[in-house]
């Protein structure tokens, strides 16, 4: 059964650093792409950037590009999704998900992230 | 990179179709195929529901069809049923090689 689980929900104080993971199992985790996805509170999906974890190639949406850093590790079949300094506008539901050809077909629960002081 | 758009809301009765359209540019929609579709409930996960502008992965009910047309794909759910009051999405490749999200359409079955 293929099955990503992420981190547990975080509570945070704006300018502090933040590394929330997503790991999968029940396939072969570098032969298909991982993708991260914000959704703010009441909000829309935004799709924030997605990378292959056999070579770690990385593509960024452009409104995401240098406010967040995503990176793997295949020996643990683990995504990973970090900022260096959070605001408050940081705070919002993170998920991420297997891509194969853009379609997002199996999603973890979603790490919610709350920055507030 | 706008968001594709999408009607904030549709309704009908149950037993009725509704449609939802997802507008993009010939950057996106418009040149690729890769065209998908999520129902997310309230408090829920994002769920598969259309990929490849129309195809049904295993276990989504028929009921849901996908199509494009130009610059604009749709989403139509026949033989409206309760269960199917949710959020809907649509994504799409861009020739960034990036994805974009439409602005999602609340389904409410009245």
Redesign the interface.
């Known amino acids: 059964e293929v099955q990503l689980v992420q981190s547990g929900a975080e509570v945070k104080k704006p300018g502090e650093s933040l590394k929330i993971s997503c790991k999968g199992s029940g396939y072969s985790f570098t032969s298909y792409w991982i993708g991260w996805v914000r959704q703010m509170p009441g909000k829309g999906l935004e799709w924030m950037g997605i990378i292959y974890p056999a070579d770690s190639d990385i593509r960024y949406s452009p409104s995401f590009q240098g406010q967040v850093t995503i990176s793997a590790d295949k020996s643990i079949s683990t995504a990973y999704l970090q900022w260096i300094s959070l605001k408050a506008s940081d705070t919002a539901m993170y998920y991420c998900a297997r891509a194969s050809f853009g379609t997002l077909d199996y999603w973890g629960q979603g790490t919610l992230v709350t920055v507030s002081s | 990179?706008s968001?594709l758009t999408q009607p904030p809301s549709v309704s009908g009765s149950p037993g009725q179709s509704v449609t939802i359209s997802c507008t993009g540019t010939s950057s996106d929609v418009g040149s690729y195929n890769?065209v998908?579709w999520?129902q997310?409930p309230p408090g829920t996960?994002?769920?598969?529901m259309i990929?490849?502008v129309s195809n049904r992965?295993s276990g989504v009910p028929d009921r849901f069809s996908g199509s494009k047309s130009g610059n604009t794909a749709s989403l139509t759910i026949s033989g409206l049923q309760a269960e199917d009051e949710a959020?809907y999405?649509c994504?799409?490749?861009t020739s960034?090689?990036?994805?974009?999200?439409?602005?999602?359409t609340k389904v409410t079955v009245l």
């Not at chain 2, 996960?45 to 598969?48: E, S, T, W």
């Open positions: 990179q968001a890769r998908s999520y997310q996960a994002p769920k598969l990929y490849e992965p959020d999405y994504s799409s490749y960034s090689s990036t994805y974009v999200f439409g602005t999602g």
